[in-house]
């Protein structure tokens, strides 16, 4: 099974972009879901996370500008960004969590979609 995310491009600054993820098969036992994101230079950083009862954190850099979502029927997570900055351009991952028996996880990852913010 392999995560497909789609929606990044070139978008001006203030712009918006809905970034999507899915999974190319059937995933048991989802757990948490998230969007990471590495900058040129930069560690991979976490963007947001949305539990399975819905509950989600973000970084600081995107709070009240980022939203994450997700639809449980599909196993889709979604990221909307409004208000989009220069230093918001990146290669945006998905992350979906599954638990496993035991208590592990393995985690999930997309291909990765380049979000690329510039006038």
């Known amino acids: 099974v392999q995560l497909q995310a789609s929606g990044g491009g070139l978008v001006q600054p203030g712009g918006s972009l809905t970034l999507s993820c899915a999974p190319s098969g059937s995933i048991f036992s989802i757990d948490d879901m998230a969007w990471f994101r590495q900058a040129p230079g930069k560690q991979r950083e976490l963007v947001a996370r949305i539990t399975r009862d819905g509950s989600t954190n973000y970084a600081d850099s995107v709070k009240g500008r980022f939203t994450i979502s997700r639809d449980n029927a599909k196993n889709t997570v979604f990221l909307q960004m409004n208000s989009l900055k220069p230093e918001d351009t990146a290669v945006y991952y998905c992350?979906?969590?599954?638990?496993?028996?035991?208590?592990?996880?393995?985690?999930?990852w997309g291909q990765g979609t380049l979000v690329t913010v510039s006038s």
């Open positions: 992350n979906i969590d599954q638990l496993l028996a035991g208590g592990s996880t393995f985690h999930y």
